[in-house]
């Protein structure tokens, strides 16, 4: 079974500034993906970024990069140049690719302060 | 399109009753889930489907049946509620297949047993 591990409950960083969230998981598929998920105080759940276990080069979306170190098992995001908008939990996901199930690690609350 | 759409969107039921949350996605995808979010976690895999009438379990099966009789549906029942079925709850869909897909979450259901 796969697990995950966020190990930063909380953050708090100032509007503008650089925040990595980190990550970690245990899995035993060859073929999976990685998301992150952000989930705001509204509670919807909203894909942040998405990575191909098979590929090596790091997923980026906007301000959204990860460092993904598939040895290591990590997927840390990074968030550029951070808004009030990004205040929310973020939720780190890996999923088989066979079984399409999502495990959740138990998130990290980030706060963007003004 | 609506997306993933549940109802309702708050429920307060009382010990041992029974009701079903409604799922339903207009995207024509295979895969559909419900998971659950506790206090302070991420989300679990209730149950999930990869297409009409098939089904199966997930990491927190216990208490919960679900069908699936169209691609659109995804009914979860609670047979006789109890107040450790106090959470919110996600219904996802998405394309399903090999490919990590991007799984889409309905804005949830906030219930509450007494």
């Given amino acids: ?114 | 399109n609506a997306g993933v759409t549940q109802t309702p969107k708050f429920q307060v039921l009382k010990t041992g009753q029974s009701m079903t949350l409604q799922c339903a996605q207009d995207m024509n995808h295979e895969y559909m889930s419900w998971y659950r979010q506790d206090p302070g976690m991420g989300l679990r895999l209730i149950h999930y489907s990869v297409g009409a009438g098939i089904t199966d379990q997930g990491e927190v099966p216990n208490g919960y049946n679900v069908s699936r009789s169209t691609t659109e549906d995804f009914p979860l029942r609670l047979l006789s509620a109890a107040p450790s079925q106090t959470s919110v709850y996600f219904c996802a869909s998405s394309l399903g297949g090999q490919g990590g897909t991007e799984q889409y979450f309905g804005p949830g259901t906030r219930l509450t047993v007494t």
């Fill in chain 1, 1 to 114: 079974a796969q697990t995950v591990t966020q190990s930063q409950p909380e953050m708090s960083v100032q509007e503008a500034e650089t925040v990595t969230l980190s990550c970690t998981y245990d899995t035993s598929e060859s073929n999976y993906y990685l998301f992150w998920y952000k989930q705001p105080p509204s509670r919807q759940m909203i894909l942040v970024i998405r990575q191909e276990a098979y590929k090596q080069q790091n997923a980026t979306e906007n301000r959204f990069s990860v460092n993904f170190q598939k040895a290591a098992k990590s997927f840390s995001l990074k968030i550029s140049d951070s808004q009030l908008g990004d205040t929310a939990m973020y939720f780190c996901a890996p999923l088989s690719g066979g079984a399409q199930k999502l495990v959740f690690g138990q998130g990290t609350r980030l706060t963007i302060n003004p």
